[in-house]
């Protein structure tokens, strides 16, 4: 269950980083090997051919407070050939001058291939930052190198490089990440995991092994192993769980019982290893699930539910603790979440969720709440509006965004969009990896803090680096998020403007930021 619930569940359910979910609080520290073990490579899928209206001219602006007015930041413009963006330009407001670009490349496959960032110096553009993407084994193998270009030596210099391989079914089996340091690669993170399946023609997972890579001896050591017994016709009983203490070594942690009724699993009992007994005990249950279109056909992580009870066993007998579900309030893809906790007595609500979206299933309500039994109402952890104005052709002409402010209790506007120069492609075209949805606010920043927001499509590592326009580093670090809205804030950023790159398994967004 601590595996099981935890990606299928808490995929589900963890809309916000800071939601908690019965698993969250048992699962082991390292994420990392959790969010692998679920995620499935996006550039694997090939999205279906879709014609959508894009736009090629973005500006942007944001909200003075204190003169209480819309404040012109800068602009963007893209370019896009055969439906593929091939460049990024960042200009100021009037659209006379060209702050920075971004130029990517692909291969005959439209891969990627390459990614440029270059800055202007006053006199020209020159470039600062470079990617570059490598294919192998029919684009199960990735390799990506990152350089920064020396205006002195006029030369690229290493910064890191990485290595992915998934298998057929897009799980990722290895994954390498170095950092270059005085002129010597140097491994920073890396994995191997070892996947056996129920036969050739089924994703149904037997066995799956995670080991890490151990700087010090330079050994691949197992921490963790999950083992699957299935019946006859393809239904898995029992997942047991053994986490690693060393080189080839592993201890046994936990047991999930399945149950089933009419082919759907109703009920999961999870029973811990106790070391002193050397035997399984009873210790939580999980039940009236209710799923999202299960198919037993697939592994039984790629099916999701939207509403489940936790129970605790307490020797004698099963205590409800808490309970998740998911409503559906339309027809555009909105959803609210709602926790509850059980008292002994009654349930009480905890956390509630709202993503809700317009007719045109654009996003216009998220809203991350805790309940407070005092006053007896929900009041606001995080909030974001987003306010909408249509051309004629249904294109979005504009937008803006108003965040909750706890400390005053209002709505404060923050940033506004608007777009134009639309032009029709053909998404299915462009089979690279999802770039991820972020917002840097207040973007220009007035004090040097700035807050990141970040919409992840799974959990997971997202690496951050922030240069100035000289292409030197001023601040990286590496954090686990969650599915879903996560928020990051940066303090202590002098004058100036920086680039800030963020970088995960699912994707990766470059943006300006000016503080002043």
Sequence with gaps: MKTFL????????????NAKNFTLNKRKNNAQEFQKYASVFKNKVVPASTLVSVPRLIKESSWDNNMMAWSPNNAMRKVYQNDLLVAEYNLNYALTDTASATIY???????????????????????????????????????ALSEMYDEQTNQ?????????????????TAGVYE???????????????NISYLNSTTDKITEY????????????????????????????TDILVYYGTGFNSVYPAYRDSLNYSAGVISSIIEFDYDTTLNAYIKSTKVDNINWINFNPNTDIYNNEPDA?????????????????????????????????????TNWVNTVRTQLINDEKRNRI???????????????????ERIFYTYDLMNNIAEDYNENYNNNVSQWIKSVKHEYAEYITINTGVNTYKNTIETKL????????????????????????????????????????LGKGINTIELNGLQKGMYFVELNTEYGIAISKLIVR
């Design 105 to 143: 490349t692909y291969n005959a496959d439209n891969k990627l291939t390459s990614i440029v960032s270059s800055y202007n110096t006053g006199v020209a553009l020159v470039p600062f930052n470079r990617y570059t993407f490598t294919y192998s084994n029919n684009y199960l193998k990735e390799n």
């Design 6 to 17: 935890l990606i299928v569940l808490a995929g589900m359910f963890s809309i916000n980083a």
């Design 179 to 193: 950092s270059y340091n005085n002129n010597t690669w140097e491994i920073m993170f890396a994995f191997k995991a």
């Design 308 to 344: 489940y009870t936790e129970s605790i066993w307490d020797n004698n007998s099963w205590l409800l603790d808490n309970r998740s579900s998911t409503t559906y309030p339309d027809n555009y893809g909105s959803t609210i979440y709602i926790e509850q906790t059980h008292d002994g």
């Design 365 to 383: 309500n998220q809203y991350y709440e805790l309940y407070d039994p005092i006053v007896g109402n929900w009041q606001y952890e995080f909030g």
């Design 209 to 236: 092994v995670d080991s890490s890579y151990n700087v010090n001896t330079m050994q691949y050591e197992i921490d963790y192993r999950e083992q699957r017994l299935y019946t006859s016709n393809g239904e898995v």
């Design 156 to 172: 690229w210099i290493p910064q890191s490089r990485s290595m992915a391989e998934y298998n057929v079914y897009g799980m990722q």
């Design 441 to 480: 606010y207040p973007n220009p920043s007035n004090n040097g803090t700035v807050s990141i927001q970040v919409n992840l499509l799974e959990a997971s590592v997202l690496n951050i680096k922030i240069t100035d326009v000289k292409g030197s580093l001023v601040y990286s670090e590496q954090k686990e």
